[in-house]
Nanobody, 119 residues
């Protein structure tokens, strides 16, 4: 009913940058919070950044000052600009959105995109 499709992951050297995108499609009436989570091998999935419909943001301490989350409400898309990447940023990054459809309101996840920071 609702799909989230991520793009922009890949391999980057330490200190480099990547920009992730996540587009929502389907029977969408409104999207509330949108965010990014990440999961490293053997670890739990953790919040990276979240943005409200009005543009308020919140970040994990480990990415403050390096990552920036933004969104385009007209396109139902959320972005994550990642700068000064470190090896410890290596993980699968997942998009999450709190979506109101004509039927219900619930959270949806994307399929994940791999980010690898290595020299």
């Amino acid at each position: 009913q609702v799909q989230l499709v991520e793009s922009g992951g890949g391999l980057v050297q330490p200190g480099g940058s990547l920009r992730l995108s996540c587009a929502a499609s389907g029977s969408i009436f409104s999207i509330y919070d949108m965010g990014w989570y990440r999961q490293a091998p053997g670890k739990q999935r953790r919040l990276v950044a979240v943005i409200t419909r009005g543009g308020s943001t919140n970040y994990a301490d480990s990415v403050k000052g390096r990552f920036a989350v933004s969104r385009d409400n007209a396109k139902n898309t959320v972005y994550l600009q990642m700068n000064s990447l470190k090896p410890e940023d290596t993980a699968v990054y997942y998009c999450n959105a709190d979506v109101q459809t004509t039927a219900a309101r619930r959270g949806y996840w994307g399929q994940g995109t791999q980010v690898t920071v290595s020299s």
